[in-house]
């Protein structure tokens, strides 16, 4: 089931690290202001690829919130670590922040990767093996629990008996993300439970030969793969002016930027970056969602906005 059909959607992916409530709460409304399709937060409890000493805002806390201060865009979780909290509370945390936002939550569900966060915190951070199929399980539940009077469930990692959610969530179907590509595990969930796949920009042959092994699971599970959602997270540093452009991320990210960015980084003019993009949206990519990490680039998410998301938009309509 394609729940948004063919529409190319753009987004701000941005977690609530290094920054106050009053800022992320106006980052998210200017966003909405801009035209924007989704905007999400994230799930962690130390900031990432920066200084882990700084600050960050609970995840599903500070959703709820945006959520309470946003009407129209919707409201992505990308994504909870799976292993941070029993499934069936995120069932319950879901259906509440869907209620919040007058239905307009998208869940995301990922394995969890942050080793510091369970170290500090005392939560188990299992091999990745059994956090699949942790995740596996955590997917069957949720969907279970929003959708069934009751849930029974034995699984190795979680039981439930005779479990109710009540209310269930305002949409009659809400959107589960699954974010990472792994070909054996990852894709084969997404395959099985997801409605949206998200991953990272980079290489396009790579990026299109995964969406051959998410087609052979999809296959494998009685799916067609159109069915799936594509989504793509991407980093940019734009400017109507090239060199400025490379000037602006030479100072926001350093030369040469991280190795992690590198690949997933789109420097130079808004007619560039719709270059970029238009190859993944030719291989049907619905989503692009634009990286948005403290200190935030309001140039950049302006010219998305108003120069790039149109075009791209246009160009597959055309």
């Known amino acids: 089931m394609q729940i948004f059909g063919d529409d190319i959607r753009f987004g701000v992916h941005s977690g609530p690290q290094h920054t106050s409530f009053d800022d992320y709460r106006d980052h998210w409304v200017r966003c909405e202001e801009l035209g924007y399709d989704w905007v999400s937060a994230f799930d ?7 200084d882990p000493t700084g600050p960050m805002f609970e995840g599903t806390t500070m959703l709820a919130a945006m959520a309470a201060h946003t009407s129209r865009v919707r409201c992505g979780m990308l994504v909870l670590g799976v292993t941070y909290r029993h499934p069936a509370v995120v069932a319950n945390i879901a259906a509440t922040i869907d209620h919040v936002s007058g239905g307009r939550l998208e869940m995301g569900m990922g394995a969890a990767w942050y080793e510091l966060e369970h170290d500090q915190y005392g939560i188990p951070f299992p091999r990745i093996g059994v956090r699949m199929d942790m995740l596996d399980e955590a997917c069957r539940i949720m969907r279970s629990l929003w959708t069934q009077e009751t849930t029974t469930f034995e699984g190795r990692h979680y039981q439930l008996k005779d479990a109710r959610m ?8 809400l959107p589960l993300v699954i974010g990472g590509s792994g070909e054996r595990r990852t894709l084969r969930i997404v395959a099985e439970h997801g409605d949206i796949w998200n991953t990272f920009y980079g290489d396009v042959d790579e990026y299109s030969h995964k969406l051959d092994v998410l087609a052979g699971h999809c296959a494998d ?6 069915d799936v959602r594509k ?4 980093r940019a ?17 350093g030369d040469p930027p991280p190795e992690r960015l590198q690949k997933m980084l789109i420097v130079g ?17 619905g989503d692009f969602l634009l990286g948005a990490l403290a200190p935030i680039d309001p140039r950049t998410i302006e010219l ?4 790039v ?10």
Do not use: M, N, W
């Open 237 to 253: 540093v734009l400017d109507e002016d090239e060199q400025e452009a490379h000037r602006r991320a030479r100072e926001l990210h």
């Open 309 to 318: 998301a149109p075009a791209v938009k246009a160009g597959v309509a055309a």
């Open 166 to 173: 009540e209310p269930k969530p305002l949409q009659e179907h």
């Open 304 to 307: 998305v906005a108003t120069s």
């Open 231 to 234: 989504s793509l997270t991407f």
């Open 44 to 50: 962690h409890f130390l900031p990432i690829h920066s």
């Open 269 to 285: 003019t808004p007619e560039q970056c719709v270059e970029r993009l238009g190859v993944y949206a030719e291989l049907g990519v």
């Open 221 to 226: 599970v009685g799916r067609d793969p159109a």
